[in-house]
């Protein structure tokens, strides 16, 4: 296990991008979107790996099919759940949710406990080579986002996308993610508007229902880069409730979706930002 402070954990030596996935406010998708990177990424055919540290309301599990799954302790650490695996993509999956007992509540933990899980998510996950690992990160910016930018603090990661929705987009909650991303010395990859206008599923035309362009703006007048925007779909959201754990062509389903497209140019967009890997292959 690794001691020293000033080098990268081991269990995150053969990663080669780490993303964190941020939000000022709670609900506007952040883990949908997570989610779906991490699916256009391993029908990509990358190496793909989710670490869920909002240790309040876990849901990744439920978002990829995977509730009720536990976790396998090895010698060398907690061994995550493989999703998929498929040719050169595959995808893997770590969360406190897959801890739990009860899989219903959420945890009350105060900052100390906090802190040690982090640790433990960061240090001890056997993740193996990986060409991208996805944090998801819990809303605004709580013990958590201390914690990880601490323990990151020697791993180099590429930065933090922010998600919003048009409504949120000019708010202080975004400004304060952004501000805290400064502070912590995390490279902003750029901005998300998630939920921005509705897919008719009948003719697949897309109405704007909020103002449009506020992602973009924001962007421009904070000098960061505008990733894409995502429009509200319903055929998403029945993939993500109505899938099950041994639904195990989830990627196959997911590149039919209207949304495949838009993830693969944000994943061209944040390529185009131009982080290089963290370590060479
Ligand atoms: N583009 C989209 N189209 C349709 N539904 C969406 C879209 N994005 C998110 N949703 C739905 O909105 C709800 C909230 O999304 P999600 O849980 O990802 O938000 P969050 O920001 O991670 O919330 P939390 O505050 O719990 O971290 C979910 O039911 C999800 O399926
Ligand atoms: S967008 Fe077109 S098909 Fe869809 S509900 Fe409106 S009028 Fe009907």
Known sequence: MNTDNRSPPDALRHVKHILLILSGKGGVGKSSVTT????????????VGVLDIDLTGPSIPRMFGLEGQSIYQSDEGWMPVVKFKQGPGVLKVMSLGFLLDDRGSSVVWRGPKKTAMIKQ????????????????????TSDEHISIAEELRWANPDGGIIVTTPQNVATADVKKEINFCRK??????????????FVCPH???CTNIFSKGGGQKLCEDLDIDFLGSIPIDPTFVDLIENQNSSNSNLVELYQ????????QAIIQSIHQNGAAPRVSS
Do not use: Y
């Not at 998510?121 to 605004?140: A, M, N, Q, R, S």
């Not at 010395?185 to 921005?196: A, D, K, Q, R, W």
């Open 256 to 263: 039919r979706q209207a949304l495949f497209p838009v993830f």
């Open 203 to 205: 003719c697949a035309e």
């Open 36 to 47: 779906q990177l991490a699916l256009t990424l391993a029908a990509m055919g990358h190496k």
């Open 121 to 140: 998510f960061i240090k001890d996950v056997v993740w193996g080579e990986l060409d991208f690992l996805l944090i998801d990160t819990p809303p605004g």
């Open 184 to 197: 912590v010395n995390f490279e902003i990859l750029g901005v998300i508007e998630n939920m921005s206008g």
